[in-house]
Every structure is written in structure tokens, then in C-alpha cells.
């Protein structure tokens, strides 16, 4: 059954042998992801960042190299700084207990930070920290079809416009 919502479809299956047929035989026209107008083409990071790509070479090579930073295997290397943040996490939970969620972001974008450019968090309003929280609410506006965008793509040009 196709649903249309807007100028987008959506396809209900209810036989399981068609839809594993689709998403894994034919997966290379039927898996990719869908456009992000705003976090995607707007700001033009639908070639460069991992999350916007379309399936395809180019998402296989990014997705090949973040595996060996953070794959399985690259990730049992990470347990000693893991183990180090846990316990200054701890350690900020037991001095401040009524602010926990200061600590706790600290502690996810340390860990991120050492993974991806080998620099530690140390204080919970780090500049750092803050820019990679702000990134993650921008994220929040990353979600397709909810802009007039999606159903007015002439739109999309009037932003590279202004």
C-alpha cells in the first residue's frame, strides 16, 4: 500500500518476503536514507557528513573508515580513558549531587573528544563542550519532512539566496 503524505510516499508492506526482498536484495535503490533539506542541502552537508549521505560509495568508504576508530575492536582501546572519565563523572555526581546533568554531558562529549581528536574535557563549561551541546539541539532540527521546505522546494533556493 502506498501512503502519501504530501509529495513524499510511504510504502506499507505486509508480506515479509517483499520486504526482505527490498531492503536487502535491492538495497542499494530501496535503503537509503531520506533527504534532510535544512541540516543536509541548505548547509551543504549532504556530501560531507556521515549522517546526511545517501546510500551509496561514497557512505560504504565513511562508514568503513568510522569503523576503525570506533568499531568493535578499535573501541577496546578507549577503556582506559572510559574508566578515568567514569570516575571524575562519579567524583562531580558526589561533590554537586542536584547537578547531575552538567557531569553526565561532560562526561559523553570527553569521551567523543578524546575518540575523535585526542583532547580531554576537563571542566564542565568547557568552550568546547558547549559548542558540541549546541550542536547536539541543532540536531533536533534535523528531522525530515517537518519544514515548508520538504513541501516548497523553491524554498530551498531562497536560503542560498539570502
Not at 573508515?65 to 578515568?84: E, I, Y
Amino acid at each position: 500500500m502506498t501512503l502519501w503524505i504530501g509529495h513524499s510516499p510511504r510504502i506499507i508492506l505486509s508480506d515479509t518476503w517483499v520486504a526482505s526482498d527490498l531492503l536487502e536484495k535491492r538495497s542499494g535503490i530501496f535503503s537509503s536514507r531520506p533527504r534532510f533539506l535544512v541540516m543536509g542541502d541548505a548547509i551543504n552537508a549532504s556530501e560531507t557528513s556521515l549522517t546526511n549521505l545517501e546510500y551509496g560509495d561514497r557512505w560504504r568508504l565513511h562508514r568503513r573508515l568510522m569503523h576503525t576508530v570506533v568499531g568493535s575492536q578499535a573501541v577496546r582501546n578507549c577503556r582506559d580513558f572510559q574508566a578515568a572519565e567514569s570516575a571524575l563523572l562519579i567524583r562531580d555526581l558526589f561533590l554537586d549531587p542536584n547537578d547531575f546533568e552538567l557531569p553526565i554531558e561532560r562526561y559523553l562529549v570527553s569521551v567523543a573528544s578524546i575518540i575523535g581528536w585526542g583532547r580531554r574535557i576537563d571542566r564542565k563549561n568547557n568552550y568546547v563542550a558547549q559548542l558540541a551541546l549546541a550542536f547536539m539541539e541543532a540536531v533536533d532540527y534535523a528531522i525530515p519532512g517537518v519544514f515548508i521546505m520538504k513541501a516548497i522546494p523553491l524554498l530551498l533556493h531562497a536560503v542560498a539566496w539570502l
